[in-house]
């Protein structure tokens, strides 16, 4: 997992942001598409996790990451 961390660091950084928002900031993201959206109406529940596989790419060599396909 820390090789497919290290060779995604896009998607690590982006990770690690979004999982140390705080509401407010989120509050930010969202009126990017939903302007009127108030603090007070939204709040912050548990949705589960997405797939996500860590496979040997076809060399065998080196791991990779791949979102819900096998």
């Not at 090789?3 to 995604?8: A, C, D, I, R, Y």
């Not at 302007?35 to 065998?60: C, F, M, S, T």
Request: net charge positive; proline share 1%.
């Amino acid at each position: 997992m820390i090789s497919v961390g290290l060779h995604n660091w896009d998607l690590t950084r982006y990770l690690i942001r979004e999982v140390g928002q705080c509401h407010a900031d989120r509050m930010e993201s969202l009126k990017t598409y939903f302007p009127e959206a108030r603090a007070e109406d939204w709040k912050l529940i548990h949705a589960g996790q997405r797939v996500q596989i860590i496979k040997r790419d076809a060399n065998g060599k080196r791991a990779s990451l791949n979102l819900g396909r096998k």
